[in-house]
């Protein structure tokens, strides 16, 4: 069974940093690609982050965050994580890492980071 658990999320001031985290289990983890979305209140899912399988070698970013965030995987672990630096309140969000395997998507519960100003 493919299960993906967040967890890290939590009420942040305006510049603070979080680092999310993302563990799974039931699937070869490091054949796969990750990816690190989000949802603000009222808004649709938008993909975040995400980093390539195995030495994880490729990151892309939204423009959005790209410069405060960063996308790492410890295979050994069956971890990804986001670190996620110099938060504004438009970072609000429920967080979800997401992959697919053999064309199925699998998503975690979510993770809810909140940032006050």
């Not at 993906?4 to 305006?14: K, M, P, T």
């Not at 993302?22 to 070869?28: D, E, L, P, V, Y």
């Not at 405060?68 to 670190?83: E, M, P």
Request: proline share 2%; glycine share 12%; aromatic share 12%.
């Amino acid at each position: 069974q493919v299960l993906l658990v967040e967890s890290g999320g939590a009420l942040a001031q305006l510049g603070e940093s979080l680092t999310l985290c993302c563990k799974s289990s039931g699937f070869a983890f490091f054949r796969h690609v990750m990816h690190w979305y989000r949802q603000a209140p009222g808004k649709g899912r938008e993909l975040a982050a995400l980093i390539t399988n195995a030495g994880g070698g490729y990151k892309n970013y939204a423009d959005s965050v790209k410069g405060r965030f960063t996308v790492t995987r410890d295979n050994a672990k069956n971890t990804v994580y986001l670190q996620m630096h110099s938060l504004k309140p438009e970072d609000t969000a429920v967080y979800y890492c997401r992959t697919t395997i053999t064309g199925v998507e699998y998503w975690g519960q979510g993770t809810q980071v909140t940032v006050s100003s």
